[in-house]
């Protein structure tokens, strides 16, 4: 089974409360989990969220719209991870994160299909030079390989995001990457400051941006430069 996990939690420090901020009538988080599903090898899209309570409103939120959710620590994210996957028997895991609303099926399968076709522990479209976007970075990993970082992972960082284990074993992991020829990492896609929060509003609300694939968006970017330039100044804040 090939399951989404899509990590949301309230407690950002940089947006406080950003996951479920409305976007048009939507949170933000919900543009993550639609676009996942539109993923054609994807079986299962699950919100990984964390015990604390104010993240309980993520749970509910999940309840009512019939998604599938696990609740888990807040700041052992590779443990959260692995229980998920582990509850849901999870064999291929897409590690998607609940700031990127712009996250893109096409991408999703290509990922998938790369590991499945070169027998790959780990693919991503990011591994040593970023040349995709900020906000459409996909991981892709077998369960086996989340199981070995799990037990073997002993290091805050390794703990506190879900791959460095395996990104940083490469004798104990095939890597895959899938990277791009052209450089678009200029572009943010992503949400993780107030600007970017205007600028996925603008490009929603006035574009409808969630209803294009990437390489359509990034047309529309193309043509509009100011767009691009409203988070344009956090290019050098997140890598």
Known sequence: MIAAII???????RTPGKTMKLIGNKPL????????????????VIVATTTSDKDHLISEW??????????GSEDDVLDRYFQTASHFKADIIVRVTSDCPFVDPQ???LL????????????????????WPHGLDIEVFTFNALKTAWKNGKEKREREHVTPYIMGHPELFKHIEVPLEEDLSHYRLTVDYPEDLEFTRILVEKYSADKMNWREIIDLLKERPELAEINASRLDTKI
């Not at 999940?62 to 959710?69: A, F, L, Q, T, V």
């Open 7 to 13: 990590q949301a939690r309230l407690g950002s420090t």
């Open 29 to 44: 988080l919900e543009y993550s989990v639609e676009r996942t599903r539109l993923a054609r090898y994807i079986d299962k």
């Open 62 to 71: 999940c309840k009512e719209k019939g998604i599938d959710s696990f609740r």
């Open 107 to 109: 991408i999703v399968d």
């Open 112 to 131: 998938i299909l790369s590991l499945k076709v070169f027998g790959a522990d780990y693919a991503s479209n990011r591994i040593k030079n970023r040349s």
